[in-house]
């Protein structure tokens, strides 16, 4: 079984900063797998926001969140980072990491193609 687990949310102004990490663990092969972050705002579906590949080598990111956010990941520490800069109050919600289903493929931006997730992590950006 994996286990992913979110920290770094919280609350923070408009036009602020947060980085979110996620921690793996359990059987899992983390350094071939895609890895992504989702988010979901209150009686919405959940989102993509940006994906990158198991090698770490290519990266996605919604045109939402594009020159905002970045994702990136340390394989030696089995962990996914989200810097979330420039902050806006629509970047509310929770947010999600996600493994993928298949070793070697993607970053994809279908919830369907990732079966491990995390609890999430709330942020908050207020006005």
């Known amino acids: 079984q994996v286990q992913l687990v979110e920290s770094g949310g919280g609350l923070v102004q408009t036009g602020g900063s947060v980085r979110l990490s996620c921690a793996a663990s359990g059987r899992s092969s983390f350094n071939t797998y895609a890895m992504a972050w989702f988010r979901q705002a209150p009686g919405k579906e959940r989102q993509f926001v940006a994906g990158?590949?198991?090698?770490?080598?290519?990266?996605r990111h919604s045109d939402s969140v594009k020159g905002r956010f970045t994702i990136s990941r340390d394989n030696a520490k089995s962990t996914i980072y989200l810097q979330m800069n420039s902050l806006k109050p629509e970047d509310t919600g929770f947010y999600y990491c996600?493994?993928?289903?298949?070793?070697?493929?993607?970053?994809?931006?279908?919830?369907?193609?990732?079966?491990?997730w995390g609890q999430g992590t709330q942020v908050t950006v207020s006005s």
């Open positions: 996600a493994r993928g289903s298949v070793s070697g493929w993607g970053p994809s931006e279908r919830r369907d193609d990732y079966a491990y």
């Open positions: 990158i590949s198991a090698s770490g080598s290519s990266t």
